[in-house]
């Protein structure tokens, strides 16, 4: 990397520090999820969530759509995603109801989903409630993707809900994700020769967390040689054929800032995120581990714009304020605490930190 390149990446740097700093002041709210669910018809082994067949539902749809009603009132839509995710959303009761509320009322949104459900009816029904973007999982090649999602067949019917949707040329953005770990990081270069024939919109390649189930299984977890691999395959991949992507995790280093991905590091859990929990408790990313100091309100008995102009203050401060390590760090100004989805908070430190791996 040129000196050159390596100072104007500081300059963008020293402003989205700057703009941290703002945001712990002046929150913009820019991505609101609702957790729909936790049933799901796949049970991965690293879902961050723990779903499974036959858990439970959120909110009954009335109670979304009041949310809805509170947000239009007092966000600008424009610059506003509905991200609808869960378990598996298409699950839900009432799906198609509460998004074509959704759509009525002038609401962008978009979906994660396991695509296994997505026949062409389904596809039209997407396109009729108005859903823009869909991020699809396909995390390997068919015998790993079906054996690490727990569901025989699942990838022959994820590339069919891919085509279905396809198919029908009217969505913004039709995204793929593949979670990587240590068994199926050498599935990429045949994966990618995959996904680059067919009309998708974007690969979107992230690492393995140390979260949900994941921790159950530290085998499965990255390497620091697997770590670097991953980052060297999506910058060489990036000047190819689709567009691949690295997730919005962690800050990289100023060699691999902005070669991986098309933005600069920033959590924005809290200031540019917040999330509906299937309980229907208000909270910032809903990756972050599930405990009672992050809940803000419940949209039972708190509006949730209410919670959001005035609460939050537990995500309106940089996270290496709680880690020593963090605080002493060099890089603190730029990476902050790194993401909070990450972070053990029952002893104050950074699960994941790529400094002396990347830089």
């Known amino acids: 990397m040129s000196p050159d390149i390596n100072e104007a990446k500081k300059v963008y740097l020293d402003r989205k520090a700057e703009e941290r ?19 799901c018809n ?3 082994f690293h879902c961050g969530s723990s779903c499974a067949p ?13 949310v809805l009603d509170d947000v ?64 699809v999982s396909i995390d390997g090649l068919r015998e790993t993707h079906d054996r690490q999602r727990g569901l025989a067949g699942g990838y022959d019917k994820a590339m069919r809900g891919i085509e279905n949707l396809i198919e029908r040329n009217v969505f913004r953005h039709i995204q793929v994700t593949t979670v990587v770990n240590h068994k199926n990081i050498g ?13 998708i919109d974007s690969w979107r390649v992230i690492g393995i967390e140390p979260m949900g189930r994941a921790l159950d299984y530290p085998d499965m977890l990255l390497t620091p040689e697997d770590q670097r ?29 902005r070669e991986v991905r098309d933005w600069f590091f920033y959590c924005g859990a809290g200031t ?16 972050i581990e599930d405990r009672p100091e992050f809940v803000q309100g419940n949209i039972a008995t708190d509006k949730f714009s209410d919670v959001w102009f005035n609460r939050f203050q537990a995500f309106r401060k940089p996270l290496s304020s709680l880690c020593a390590e963090c605080r002493d760090c060099e890089w603190e100004k730029w990476c902050a605490g790194g993401s909070r989805h990450c972070f053990d908070y029952d002893n104050n430190k950074q699960r994941v930190c790529f400094k002396d791996i990347l830089f």
């Open 54 to 66: 036959g858990l439970g539902h959120g909110p009954d749809k009335e109670a979304f759509k009041a």
């Open 72 to 135: 239009k009132e007092h966000f600008d839509l424009k610059k506003l995603q509905l991200c609808i995710t869960g378990g598996e959303p298409l699950l839900y009761p009432g799906f198609a109801d509460l998004l074509g509320y959704a759509n009525e009322q002038g609401f962008r949104w978009g979906m994660t989903t396991n695509a296994t459900l997505i026949t062409k009816d389904v596809a039209k029904m997407l396109e009729d409630t108005g859903m823009g973007t869909v991020s």
């Open 187 to 199: 599935e990429l270069d045949e994966l990618y020769k995959i996904l680059d024939e067919i009309d």
């Open 21 to 39: 700093a703002r945001l712990f002041k002046e929150p913009d709210l820019i991505y609101l999820f609702f957790e729909l669910t936790r049933s």
């Open 42 to 44: 796949e049970k991965c």
């Open 229 to 257: 691999y991953l980052f060297d395959f999506i910058r060489e991949k990036r000047t190819q054929g689709i567009p691949v992507n690295y997730g919005c995790s962690h800050f990289l280093g100023l060699e691999y800032e």
């Open 272 to 287: 540019h995120t917040a999330a509906i929990r299937i309980n229907g408790d208000i909270t910032a990313c809903l990756d």
